[in-house]
């Protein structure tokens, strides 16, 4: 059987031979500073509509909230342009032309008389 590496370096704990379970702590490779600078890093790759100064924070979990904040903001204001009605194409500039001959010379007398 072999051995799996964990993630984070290192080499996986060795089980004890006395049958009592130790308490392992996790080695942490990023502080959370670190850790809140990647989170925005990476958010502000993964969205363009995102400014530096909307995912402000010192741990990850602020960044987050922020995040989440700024996502409701931007929905939010998304939803209410969506509601604004506006006319579907632009508007005709002149008439159209007759198709048929009846309807050209129709035309023709009509813009004799004008």
Do not use: C
Not at 56 to 61: D, L, Q, S, Y
Request: charged fraction near 30%; avoid cysteine.
């Amino acid at each position: 059987m072999s051995e799996e590496p964990v993630i984070g370096g290192g080499s996986a704990p060795d089980e004890s031979t006395d049958g009592e379970a130790e308490a392992v702590t996790p080695e942490t490779d990023a502080s959370e500073a670190e850790l809140a600078e990647l989170l925005r890093e990476t958010l502000l790759a993964a969205h363009d509509d995102l400014a530096a100064e909307d995912l402000e924070g010192e741990t990850p979990a602020e960044v987050r909230e922020r995040y989440v904040a700024t996502r409701a903001r931007l929905d939010q204001e998304a939803g209410e342009t969506r509601e604004a009605p506006v006319p579907a194409g632009a508007p005709g500039r002149f008439a159209p032309a007759p198709g048929t001959a009846f309807e050209k010379i129709r035309e023709g007398l009509t813009r004799l008389n004008a």
